[in-house]
């Protein structure tokens, strides 16, 4: 059974750090890109960024450039998104995903994590 469980979102004050982590089972992933999603509330789900879990090519969202990294953990398909400079606007339910698909559309990612809530307050 194919898993994807994100963890480490909470409450944060505009200015502060998270760290979202996301764990993949139940399948090889090895070339599969795992992609960061967020959902503010009311609007739709929009790209964050992605990696490629062989040879941890990354891609962001010109929204966070520069504030938001992506990383992985070489030891198994553990993706982690380190959240930087965080402010009101970043507030959302952020998602992982995973696809073989360098893509940008969430319809292109056939694996979904329950999301965790980051809460950015000013």
């Known amino acids: 059974q194919v898993q994807l469980v994100e963890s480490g979102g909470g409450l944060v004050q505009a200015g502060g750090s998270l760290r979202l982590s996301c764990v993949a089972s139940?399948?090889?992933?090895?070339?599969?890109?795992v992609g960061w999603f967020r959902q503010p509330p009311g609007k739709e789900r929009v790209f964050v960024g992605r990696?490629?879990?062989?040879?941890?090519?990354?891609s962001y969202a010109d929204s966070v450039k520069g504030r938001f990294t992506i990383s992985k953990d070489n030891a198994d398909y553990t993706v982690y998104l380190q959240m930087n400079s965080l402010n009101p606007e970043d507030t959302a339910v952020y998602y992982c995903?995973?696809?073989?698909?360098?893509?940008?559309?969430?319809?292109?990612?056939?694996?979904w994590g329950q999301g965790t809530q980051v809460t950015v307050s000013s």
């Open positions: 139940g399948r090889t992933f090895s070339n599969y890109y």
């Open positions: 990696i490629k879990l062989t040879g941890a090519r990354t």
């Open positions: 995903a995973a696809g073989l698909l360098a893509s940008d559309n969430p319809a292109h990612y056939d694996y």
